[in-house]
């Protein structure tokens, strides 16, 4: 009786340490169970940051070329407007000039009107003082 009294309590002694075995064993598996649904969480977590990132990172890329984009167009504008500013005043310099030999030819053809009425007048005088010394020459040659 001692010895099965003995096998019992091995018996209960070996039951319970393989309950507290099987419950180390589940509990390590419930450890590794939730420390892989952490590890599972963190990595899903940490994969939602990198896309955020990397579509932060393209929406910026893209702004940044965008911005590119816009300034070349705006350098190119001012390039342009640049360029018209200098062709108007280019323009502004010719039409200047053209004024200038404009008054300039004005005064010459004036200057040519005012020679000509003169040589006109001189031509009246010239004629009338002809006229003149033609009756001048007639009157001495006829005898009164």
């Known amino acids: 009786m001692l010895?099965?009294?003995?096998?019992?309590?091995?018996?209960?002694?070996?039951?319970?340490?393989?309950?507290?075995?099987?419950?180390t064993m589940f509990e390590a598996a419930r450890d590794l169970v939730l420390?892989?649904?952490?590890?599972?969480?963190?990595?899903?977590?940490?994969e939602i940051k990198r896309n955020e990132k990397d579509e932060l990172d393209a929406e910026l890329d893209q702004l940044e070329q965008e911005a590119k984009a816009e300034l070349v167009a705006e350098e190119a504008d001012a390039a342009r407007a640049q360029r018209a500013a200098d062709a108007r005043l280019a323009l502004e310099a010719v039409a200047a000039k053209q004024r200038s030999a404009a008054m300039s030819f004005d005064a010459a053809i004036k200057a040519a009107n005012d020679a000509f009425d003169m040589l006109e007048e001189l031509h009246g005088e010239v004629a009338t003082l002809s006229k003149l010394e033609d009756i001048e020459l007639t009157s001495r040659a006829i005898p009164s």
Do not use: H, P, S, V
């Open 3 to 23: 010895f099965a009294g003995l096998q019992d309590r091995m018996f209960l002694r070996t039951m319970r340490e393989r309950k507290e075995t099987e419950n």
């Open 35 to 46: 420390k892989d649904r952490g590890k599972a969480r963190k990595a899903l977590a940490d």
